[in-house]
């Protein structure tokens, strides 16, 4: 089956540390997406991706790092720098960029927490 | 900027029932509109999505949404609700223009259909 996936589904992270999360899909997308899903704020992008080894920020990319090696994947670091790291994180791709009417598909996320 | 607004937070409505979720958006330009769906702990599930032609667009699970220009609203419908559609709903907007245009959300619309 064609999609996106999301590991691990939950992570626990020590204060200091750093930690990867994975986002992989086999959609043949060109453009990936990391958002933060925080309780009664919707979802905000973190970083986006349009082609492969190409890569921008978005709207709260302060903290988080991304590479895009290989056009399937798009692992999301969450560094020490990141204050409040605790949330939800959602992988999404789209099969176009620019002013496309494609949809998003969604992984599962991620449920980090720091501990 | 673009941007979208859910202005509640909650939706009741008993089974059977005829439901709506608003949603208004901001972009400047043509919108392309979507509606997306999350349960508990999962990610995002997309409903439809409207880019041109009728205002009127069907989508998965019997859920319908109305365009309307003049109002700038892109409401979510469906003629008898299910306990099933209790879930978090979320409005998104792109803008139509050249070059990346990010999909913007709204905070999103918990809705609760009693039995």
């Known amino acids: 089956d064609g999609g996106i996936t999301q590991s691990p589904k939950y992570l626990f992270r020590k204060e200091g540390q750093n930690v990867t999360l994975s986002c992989e899909q086999n959609?043949?997308?060109?453009?990936m997406y990391w958002y933060r899903q925080d309780p009664g704020q919707g979802l905000r992008l973190i970083y986006y991706s349009q082609i492969v080894n190409d890569f921008q920020k978005g709207d709260i990319a302060e903290g988080y790092s991304v590479s895009r090696e290989k056009k399937e994947s798009f692992p999301l670091t969450v560094t020490s720098a990141q204050k409040n790291p605790t949330a939800f994180y959602l992988c999404?791709?789209?099969?176009?960029?620019?002013?496309?009417?494609?949809?998003?598909?969604f992984g599962q996320g991620t449920r980090l927490t720091v501990v | 900027a673009q941007s979208v607004a859910q202005p509640e937070d909650q939706v009741n409505v008993a089974e059977g029932n005829p439901l709506t979720v608003k949603c208004t958006y901001s972009v400047s330009g043509n919108p392309y509109l979507f509606w997306y769906v999350q349960y508990p702990n999962r990610g995002l599930q997309f409903l439809l999505k409207y880019i041109t032609g009728d205002n009127l667009v069907k989508g998965s699970y019997g859920f319908e949404a109305e365009f309307n220009k003049s109002q700038t609203s892109f409401h979510l419908k469906k003629p008898s609700a299910l306990v099933s559609d209790s879930a978090l709903y979320f409005c998104?907007?792109?803008?139509?223009?050249?070059?990346?245009?990010?999909?913007?959300f709204g905070t999103g619309t918990r809705l609760l259909v009693s039995p």
């Open positions: 998104a907007v792109r803008g139509l223009n050249t070059g990346f245009q990010k999909l913007v």
């Open positions: 999404a791709s789209s099969r176009e960029t620019g002013g496309s009417n494609t949809e998003a598909f």
């Open positions: 959609l043949n997308h060109d453009a």
